[in-house]
C-alpha cells in the first residue's frame, strides 16, 4: 500500500504541467491503440465478407455453389429445390448481383437475409438497391412486386447492390438447378480482392504510429529524469524508484488503452457502413473481442511500464548527472549512410526511367523489384537519420560566427538538441513522404484500372436469354451492332492449326458475321469503297483461309426454339459472294467466315449467337443499356469489355485506402508534432525564464524559436520531397506503370510543406515564461 500511496504521490506532484504531461501521454496512447485496433479488425472483417459472399451463392445439384460463371452447366435434378440463374452486372460502376429463381419447392432452403424465397412477380432487395430502385432505369433490373429487403446477415455492407427475383421457368435462359444455398468454402475472391487493404494501410501508418509513440514516450523525459533522479539522490532504493516510473507509464498506457478501446468502440460504428476506405461492412463484423481486448490491455500496460523504467535506468546510473540538461550525443555522418543508399538505389532506375523514351516497360523483374523496395524503405527512414549530423554541422559553423543574437541563439538551442529537434519535426516530415508515395500508387491504381472516356462494347450471349426474349435482343438501342454465329464443328480442334478453310471449318467452324458497311468501317478503320448493305461477302484471310465458293457450312436455325434432336434444327449455307478485304481486323472477325451486311441476322437469333453493342463510354450510358437488355431477356448479362468490375473496385478501394490512411498519417504527424510542441515549451520554461531574467527581448526569443524551427524542417522538408518524388515514381516503376517522370508527387506533397510550414510558424510564435516566477528556476 505504501508504494501505491507513493505512486499517487507522484502523480499528483507534478502540479499542472506533470497533469498536463500525464493527460498528453493518454491522449497519444489513446489514438495509437484505436489506429491499431482498427487494423487489427480487417482481417476477420475481409474473413466475415467472403463467408457470406459463399454462404449466399445457390448450390448446384452437383455439390458446388456457382460463384464465377452465369450459370451451372450441370442439369443433374438429383435433390433440386429450385431453379436460378445469377446475373452480374453493374449499376454506376458498381457490381449488381441479381438471382432469378423459379420453381421453387415449398421446403426450398433460404439464403442468409431471407425469410422466404420470392415467387413469380416479387422481389426482394438489399436497402441499397430498394434505394436505387427510385431511378426507372434501375426498376427495369428489378420487376416485380417488392415484399422486402435482404436482411444484413445476407449481404457484404450497406452499399451491397444484390436483388433476388422471383420469375417462370420460361423466363429463364442458361437456366440451372440447385439443392440449397451457400459453397463448401469461402469465397477467397472477394477475400483476395481486398486481402491487401490492411497490409496498405498499415505500410502508410506504421511509420507515422511508431514516430506518434516515441515522441509521447518522449514526452517530458528531461523532467521525468530529474524527478526520478532526485528521489535516488535523497537515499530511495533504485529498484523502488524504477517500479514507481514503470507505474506511473503504467498508468498512462492502462487508461490510454482503455481509452482507445472505448472510443473504437465509438468509430467502429462509423467507419464500416460509412465506405471510407472505399468497401462498406456492417460493425458487427469488425468488433473487438474480448480476449483482443484484454491481450491489448495487459500487452500496452506492460510494455508502457517497461519503457518507463528503461528510460528511468539510466538516470539512475548517474543520477548527480542526470539533474542537469545535457547535450545531445553528436551525431556521426555515418547516420546518412541508409538515406545515401537508399537515394541510390530508387534514383539511378527512376531518372534512367524517366530520361528514356517509349512506352512503360512492365513490372520490375523480382531483384530489380526488391531493390526499389528495400530503397523507398530505406531513403523514407533515413531521412530523419541524415538531417541530423548536416543539422549539427550547419549549427556549430552558425553559432560560431558573429551574426545577429537571435541567429547564435537558435544555432546553439539546434546543435544542443539535434535529435529531439530532429523527432520534433519528423511529424512534419512524414506529412509530405505518405502525400509523395500516395500520390504515386493513386496514379498507379488509375492506369491498372483501365479508366477511359472512349466508346463502349457490350456483348450478350443468346443462350442466356430465354428462348422467347433472343429475338428482341438485336434491336436494343446502340450505336453499332454485330453478331457472330458460328458453324457446326464435328470434329475436334487439332494439336496443329489448319493451314486450309476445309480443315479449319471441320475443327472450328466458320463465323457468320452480321453487321451493316457503317459498323464494318468503324470497326476495321477502313473506307471499304465496295461495301454495300443487303449483301453476302467472303471475307479475306490470309493463306488458303478464304472460305471457297460452294463450300457447305451447317448451322443452327434460329426458331427460339430449344429442339431435343439437334440434327432435325440445323440449316446449310453454301459459302458465296464477292471477297471483302478487312485487313487487320481480328478482333472483328478472325478465321474463315462470312459477312452479311443484312438489317439482321442472316440465320436468326440461335442460341450460339454473339451480339456485340457499341455504345457511349459513360457509366450512365452502360446503366441505361442494361436496364433496356433486363426489360426484353432479365436472365441476359450485359458484359463491357471496355469496363473493368474489378478494376474499378480496386481502385476506390485503393484510393480510399490511401486517402483513410493519409488522414490517419496527418492526424498521427499532427498530434506529433503538437504533443511535442506543448512538451518543449514546459521543458524550456525554465530556460525562457532565465533569458527574461538576463533582459533578452521577447521578439528575440520568438525570432530563436522561428528560426530554431523553420530553418531545420526547410532543410529536413527539401530532403523529404526529394525522397517522396522519388519514391512516388519508384512505385509506378515497381509496377510497370511508369512512363517518364510523374510530377504529380510533388503537386501533391504542396499542401503538406504548407501544413507543415504554417504549423512550425504558429507554434513558434507562443513563447512561454514571459512572467518570471522564482519557481521556474528550479523547475523539477
Known amino acids: 500500500m505504501s508504494g501505491l500511496r507513493l505512486l499517487w504521490r507522484v502523480l499528483r506532484g507534478g502540479g499542472a504541467a506533470g497533469l498536463l504531461r500525464q493527460l498528453l501521454m493518454i491522449a497519444g496512447i489513446c489514438v495509437g491503440v484505436l489506429v491499431l485496433a482498427f487494423i487489427a479488425s480487417m482481417p476477420g472483417t475481409l474473413d466475415e465478407r467472403a463467408a457470406t459472399s459463399s454462404a449466399r451463392m445457390p448450390l448446384s445439384t452437383a455439390g458446388r455453389a456457382d460463384a464465377n460463371t452465369n450459370a451451372n452447366t450441370n442439369t443433374d435434378a438429383d435433390g433440386r429445390k429450385f ?401 457472330w454465329q458460328s458453324s457446326v464443328h464435328p470434329q475436334e480442334a487439332p494439336a496443329t492449326e489448319p493451314q486450309t478453310a476445309q480443315d479449319w471449318v471441320r475443327a472450328f467452324g466458320a463465323t457468320v458475321v452480321t453487321a451493316d458497311c457503317a459498323t464494318v468501317r468503324e470497326q476495321t478503320g477502313r473506307p471499304l469503297p465496295e461495301c454495300a448493305d443487303g449483301h453476302v461477302y467472303r471475307i479475306a484471310q490470309q493463306g488458303e483461309l478464304t472460305l471457297p465458293q460452294g463450300l457447305e457450312l451447317k448451322f443452327r436455325t434460329g426458331t427460339g426454339a430449344e429442339a431435343e434432336d439437334k440434327s432435325s434444327a440445323l440449316t446449310t449455307l453454301k459459302a458465296s459472294g464477292p471477297t471483302l478485304d478487312l485487313g487487320r481486323a481480328a478482333a472483328f472477325v478472325s478465321g474463315p467466315a462470312l459477312l452479311s451486311t443484312g438489317p439482321v441476322p442472316a440465320l436468326g437469333i440461335t442460341e450460339d449467337t454473339r451480339i456485340q453493342f457499341r455504345i457511349d463510354g459513360s457509366l450512365a450510358a452502360a446503366d441505361e443499356f442494361a436496364s433496356a437488355l433486363a426489360k426484353v431477356a432479365p436472365a441476359a448479362t450485359a458484359r463491357a469489355g471496355d469496363l473493368d468490375l474489378d478494376g474499378l473496385e480496386d481502385y476506390r478501394v485503393h484510393r480510399g485506402t490511401i486517402d483513410s490512411g493519409v488522414w490517419i498519417a496527418f492526424l498521427l504527424g499532427a498530434s506529433a508534432f503538437l504533443i511535442s510542441a506543448i512538451g518543449r515549451a514546459s521543458e524550456r520554461r525554465r530556460d525562457v525564464t532565465a533569458l527574461v531574467v538576463l533582459g533578452v527581448p521577447v521578439r528575440t526569443l520568438r525570432a530563436v524559436q522561428w528560426l530554431q524551427l523553420l530553418a531545420p524542417l526547410s532543410l529536413v522538408l527539401a530532403l523529404a520531397l526529394l525522397t517522396g518524388a522519388l519514391a512516388g515514381n519508384a512505385v509506378l516503376l515497381l509496377q510497370g506503370a511508369s512512363a517518364g517522370w510523374y510530377g504529380g508527387t510533388l503537386t501533391a506533397a504542396g499542401p503538406a510543406v504548407l501544413i507543415a510550414v504554417l504549423s512550425a510558424a504558429v507554434v513558434g510564435a507562443f513563447v512561454t515564461g514571459l512572467r518570471p516566477r522564482p519557481e521556474d528556476l528550479h523547475r523539477a
Open 83 to 483: 431453379s436460378y440463374s445469377l446475373v452480374q452486372s453493374s449499376w454506376g460502376g458498381q457490381r449488381f448481383t441479381r438471382v432469378l429463381i423459379a420453381d421453387a419447392a415449398p421446403d426450398s432452403p433460404l439464403p442468409p437475409g431471407l425469410s422466404r424465397l420470392p415467387k413469380p412477380g416479387e422481389a426482394i432487395l438489399s436497402p441499397a438497391a430498394e434505394r436505387a430502385a427510385a431511378d426507372r432505369a434501375f426498376a427495369a433490373l428489378v420487376p416485380g412486386r417488392r415484399i422486402g429487403q435482404v436482411r444484413p446477415a445476407g449481404l457484404l455492407g450497406p452499399d451491397d447492390l444484390y436483388a433476388y427475383i422471383g420469375v417462370t421457368s420460361d423466363r429463364l435462359g442458361d437456366r440451372a438447378e440447385a439443392r440449397g444455398w451457400g459453397g463448401l468454402s469461402a469465397d477467397v475472391a472477394v477475400r483476395d480482392r481486398f486481402s491487401l487493404v490492411p497490409y496498405e494501410l498499415a505500410l502508410i501508418v506504421v511509420a507515422p504510429g511508431v514516430i506518434y509513440l516515441n515522441v509521447c514516450a518522449r514526452l517530458s523525459a528531461a523532467t521525468r529524469r530529474r524527478r526520478y533522479a532526485a528521489l535516488r539522490l535523497v537515499g530511495m532504493d533504485p529498484r523502488r524508484v524504477l517500479r514507481l516510473a514503470a507505474g506511473e507509464s503504467a498508468v498512462a498506457g492502462a487508461l490510454g488503452t482503455l481509452s482507445g478501446l472505448a472510443l473504437y468502440g465509438v468509430v467502429n460504428r462509423w467507419v464500416g457502413p460509412s465506405g471510407v476506405i472505399g468497401f462498406s461492412w456492417y460493425a458487427a463484423s469488425s468488433r473487438l473481442t474480448v480476449p483482443l481486448a484484454v491481450a491489448a490491455f495487459v500487452l500496452v500496460t506492460v510494455a508502457s511500464g517497461a519503457i518507463g523504467a528503461k528510460n528511468t535506468a539510466k538516470a539512475l546510473a548517474r543520477p548527480v548527472e542526470a539533474r542537469f540538461d545535457g547535450a545531445d550525443r553528436r551525431a556521426g555522418w555515418w547516420h546518412a549512410l541508409p538515406f545515401a543508399l537508399g537515394i541510390g538505389l530508387i534514383g539511378f532506375p527512376v531518372v534512367s526511367d524517366a530520361l528514356a523514351d517509349g512506352p512503360p516497360r512492365g513490372p520490375a523483374s523480382g531483384t530489380q523489384g526488391v531493390l526499389l523496395i528495400a530503397g523507398i524503405l530505406l531513403a523514407s527512414v533515413g531521412v530523419l537519420f541524415a538531417v541530423r549530423p548536416l543539422l549539427g554541422a550547419a549549427a556549430r559553423w552558425i553559432g560560431g560566427g558573429r551574426g545577429p543574437l537571435a541567429v547564435r541563439l537558435a544555432a546553439r538551442r539546434v546543435e544542443h538538441e539535434s535529435a529531439g529537434l530532429t523527432w520534433h519535426l519528423s511529424g512534419l516530415v512524414l506529412l509530405v513522404l505518405v502525400a509523395c508515395v500516395g500520390a504515386g500508387v493513386l496514379h498507379q491504381n488509375e492506369v491498372a484500372s483501365s479508366l477511359r472516356t472512349g466508346p463502349m462494347t457490350v456483348g450478350v450471349e443468346a443462350r442466356e436469354a430465354a428462348p422467347a426474349d433472343r429475338a428482341g435482343l438485336w434491336k436494343l438501342p446502340a450505336d453499332h451492332r454485330w453478331a
